[in-house]
């Protein structure tokens, strides 16, 4: 049922995608960050490198358990699984973790937070965007934690700070230390609930230029209405709705505004 479901929210959503590439975006920063982050195509060697962890974990047949605190998966019916299906179902994907990067090479981002490291694939993404920013990965699964935070050293990344911890405990210890956090991504407890309740901690931190990506905003109702709940957040200015991600920007020199990218 949920497949059908999900089929049926994208063909909605393709009927009312209307800026491909930054059509009818009027906002002159709105469209450049659609036209020049979102659809820049150009090659970049950082891909490759990405690209090939996700090969090298593609070939391990380990079995690890892994245990979820959220809301659990839809692909997986028990909690040992093998870390090549890991990184075939559950890891960022190739069109996205470009996108992570892109974001980061843009914005240049002291502080990145990502909730939810899991193989570590859309970590490294993030890592390779630009090596000066710190990027605060939270994984409370304690072998998926051991498994990332050892190979991405082992490519020698350098600019991850792991932290092997619920995401509920990890947040108020990360943001203690923190001015501002520039790029969250939220990529961890899929509820409603859970949700909102770190988009709001993390929105005490938030600077003019900060940019909130939520991954899996159609994945169930609950996270369709915490995406409608984060989109009417006055801080909330510009709202992307790329069906997979969502992507947020508090510049407070922007009208409030909804845009749904076909990606």
């Known amino acids: 049922m949920n497949k059908y479901r999900i089929i049926f929210k994208y063909l909605r959503f ?3 995608a209307k800026h491909y590439k930054g059509h009818g975006v009027h906002s002159p920063y709105v469209y450049k960050f659609v036209s020049e982050v979102i659809f820049d195509n150009s090659r970049r ?3 490759k490198k990405a690209e090939n962890y996700r090969k090298s974990l593609l070939k391990k047949s380990d079995v690890i358990k892994v245990i979820d605190f959220g809301a659990g998966s839809k692909i997986f019916n028990t909690d040992y699984r093998k870390i090549k299906n890991i990184a075939k179902y559950s890891s960022t994907k ?9 974001i980061v090479n843009y914005c240049k981002p002291t502080n990145v937070i990502e909730f939810g490291t899991s193989l570590g694939l859309g970590t490294l993404y993030l890592a390779l965007g ?3 920013s710190n990027i605060y990965t939270i994984e409370a699964s304690d072998e998926v934690y051991q498994i990332a935070s050892q190979s991405i050293k082992d490519l020698n990344v350098n600019n991850v700070k792991f932290i092997n911890n619920k995401f509920e405990d990890a947040i108020p210890e990360i943001l203690s230390k923190l001015d ?6 939220f990529d961890g407890n ?8 770190y988009f709001n ?9 900060s940019i909130f990506i939520f991954d899996d905003i159609n994945w169930s109702k609950d996270m369709e209405q915490a995406w409608k709940t984060i989109k009417s957040n006055p801080k909330t200015k510009v709202s992307i709705d790329l069906f997979q991600f969502g992507i947020v920007l508090f510049k407070e020199e922007l009208s409030k505004e ?6």
Not at 94 to 102: A, F, M, P, Q, S
């Open 14 to 16: 393709l009927f009312k």
């Open 45 to 47: 060697k950082d891909y």
């Open 94 to 102: 190739k069109k996205y973790g470009k996108l992570l990067y892109r």
């Open 130 to 132: 630009n090596n000066k």
């Open 180 to 185: 501002n956090v520039e790029i969250v991504f």
């Open 190 to 197: 899929h509820t409603k609930k859970a949700t909102l309740d």
């Open 201 to 209: 901690k993390c929105l005490k931190k938030i600077n003019n230029n």
């Open 258 to 263: 909804h845009f749904i990218v076909r990606f």
